[in-house]
């Protein structure tokens, strides 16, 4: 009878807690913690993220255990997410992790977050062949990446400012609409007209994202009531005919962005896709469980002859998921990790 191997892993790279089990590949469970304090604060604050996950971080992998039907003993590996990321929500998890580790002797393997999104799309059938392009897109990053092997990628186009995720929760908050807002414009957006309104594309060479300058425009746009893009104290509007404005636009606005976010993300995965000739093209991270997106991609796989892949919604948003996938295959690489591997915010590949 062959050994099997089984992988506990930790995601807890910004506000949510999560906890997953990896049995030969296949995900038994991915528990996932959302941090509700966040909201009245319009955004992450980094010190109540790192408390909460302190709370969550053994209900979580206690759940997950068991959800998995699996024990302590039964567990080769422990994984965690060692960047990037809010570095005191990474120590939380890195922490617990080596600790665990040491407690049980068994080995450690530390993931790469950005990496790890990629790899989500290995976790369910139909997977895609190597090579293939991944469009990563969070509220932190945006990154066209070549996907040679579980182990060697590249990132061939990122963003030079803004991620496409911080585009839209920032669009939504000038909408006036609670955090997060990105998932509030999906939901108005089908409801709405996305060539109502036109905002600006930016002029960017090669395979480089920037979404700068679609967040002026939306400003402008909405600090104006709709007569103008540009910043001219005679195109202000009182913040009583803003308001309406938006009230009496909200589907059309929030249609009007997404189409531009989403169609500034296509245009490059499309000029990436004939520049290497790649035709598997996944997409991942958060804003991967954008309606708008999805469809999108799946449009353009038919147009262009394209085998595209989107993760379940569940391995979208960070999960532990994605984290026990990749230390899957860094489990059966044998690239482990030593206890003395270090946490960062901010990480190259």
């Known amino acids: 009878m062959n050994k099997t191997t089984t992988i506990l892993a930790i995601e807890s790279s910004c506000d949510e807690t999560s906890a997953g089990v990896c049995r030969d590949g296949k995900i038994l469970s991915n528990r996932i913690a959302t941090q509700k304090v966040h909201e009245q604060y319009g955004g992450v604050v980094p010190e109540l993220a790192s408390r909460a996950h302190i709370q969550n971080i053994v209900p979580v992998v206690e759940l997950a255990l068991q959800e998995a039907g699996v024990t302590l003993a039964e567990i080769d590996a422990v994984a965690f997410t060692k960047a990037p990321g809010l570095i005191g929500s990474l120590l939380v998890g890195s922490q617990f992790a080596k600790s665990l580790a040491l407690a049980l002797n068994k080995p450690l393997l530390a993931v790469h977050h950005m ?41 061939i186009g990122e963003t030079i400012d803004d991620a496409a995720g911080e585009a839209f929760d920032k669009a939504a908050k000038l909408l006036g609409l609670p955090y997060p807002g990105g998932p509030l414009i999906d939901k108005y957006a089908k409801e709405g007209d996305p060539l109502k309104f036109n905002f600006a594309e930016p002029r960017i060479q090669g395979l480089d994202f920037s979404f700068s300058g679609v967040k002026t425009s939306i400003l402008y746009f909405l600090q104006n009531a709709g ?25 059309d606005l929030c249609a009007s962005i997404q189409h531009r976010i989403v169609s500034i993300l296509m245009s490059k995965l499309k000029k990436a896709a004939v520049e290497t ?32 892949y989107i993760p379940d919604f569940q391995y979208c948003t960070d999960n532990a998921g994605m984290i026990a996938i990749t230390a899957y295959y860094k489990y059966l690489a044998g690239d482990f990790d030593t206890l003395s591997v270090e946490t960062t915010a901010r990480a190259e590949w």
């Open 115 to 155: 990496q790890a999104h990629v790899l989500a799309n290995l976790i369910d059938d139909p997977k895609p062949t190597f090579p293939f392009l991944c469009l990563t897109v969070s509220g932190g990053h945006t990154q066209i990446v070549l996907c040679e092997s579980t182990s060697q990628m590249k990132v």
């Open 227 to 251: 007569k103008s893009h540009m910043y001219k104290p005679e195109f202000l509007a009182t913040e009583e005919e803003k308001n309406k404005f938006i009230q009496d636009n909200l589907a």
């Open 277 to 308: 000739g790649i035709r598997h093209i996944c997409i991942a991270g958060g804003v991967s469980a954008n309606s708008g997106l999805r469809t999108a991609l799946q449009e353009a796989g038919k147009k262009h002859g394209w085998k595209t």
